[in-house]
């Protein structure tokens, strides 16, 4: 890693992982949101299944809520994005109080939504954010390695929750062709056995998706 400590590194790549999660569970939350109040109410129940996280919730309004705001439920998107701001906080000297600035304005919008009786507008605002986050990253940052640490957390995360919601296979294979991509040029040393363990699954026509999961979360050596 050069000059980047391990320590560092871990932080940056689950900087990436964090501010991911976040921006693209909000995308798949708002979805949930119309359908649950529209169509399917008891659809919080298989979102909980396919995320592999646990069901604390009584009913659709409760997920609504918890899901989204509940700092005191770790798995809920207000707790990740105060993890990808720790991450961030720690990082500071290393990707700029510019792009920090962005992560606290997402922070500042989830505490607008979570008071709000139409959130959905601050929710957009903070996907914005994220958005904004990871353009000045690539403005401010001129270090290529730091960069492309923060798009490979990135690509990790989304391929882990593209294979967790059955997503198209092709969409899949992009996700991991830009982590191959990302993670040379970081300099990341892929674990070969869980390398190809999901190069494989991705290529079956019958992807057995609980080994392609197990498989990128142990990709990475640091």
């Known amino acids: 890693m050069g000059i980047i400590s391990i320590e560092k590194a871990n932080n940056l790549m689950w900087l990436g992982r964090y501010s991911e999660r976040v921006f693209t569970t909000l995308k798949r939350y708002e979805n949930s949101f119309d359908m649950m109040l529209d169509m399917k109410p008891d659809f919080y129940i298989e ?4 995320l592999n996280i646990p069901n604390v919730y009584t009913s659709a309004d409760d997920f609504i809520r918890k899901y989204a705001y509940d700092t005191d439920n770790e798995d809920s998107i207000f707790s990740n994005l105060y993890r990808a701001y720790d991450n961030a906080l720690v990082m500071r000297d290393f990707i700029s109080s510019d792009s920090l600035a962005y992560i606290e304005m997402a922070v500042f919008e989830m505490k607008k939504a979570r008071v709000s009786d139409s959130p959905l507008i601050e929710l957009q605002i ?5 958005l904004a986050f990871w353009g000045c990253i690539d403005d401010c940052v001129d270090d290529i390695i730091i960069r492309n640490l923060i798009k490979v957390g990135r690509r990790i995360e989304r391929l882990d929750l593209c294979l967790r919601h059955g997503d198209e296979k092709q969409e899949l294979k992009r996700h991991f062709e830009q982590i191959q991509l990302y993670g ?6 892929f674990d070969k056995l869980n390398y190809y363990k999901l190069a ?3 290529e079956k026509p019958d992807t057995d998706y609980k080994v392609a999961i197990e498989a990128v979360e142990n990709l990475i050596k640091m």
């Open 126 to 130: 903070v996907r914005d954010n994220i």
């Open 200 to 202: 494989y699954e991705l």
């Open 184 to 189: 040379t040029r970081a300099r990341v040393q």
């Open 47 to 50: 979102y909980c299944e396919r």
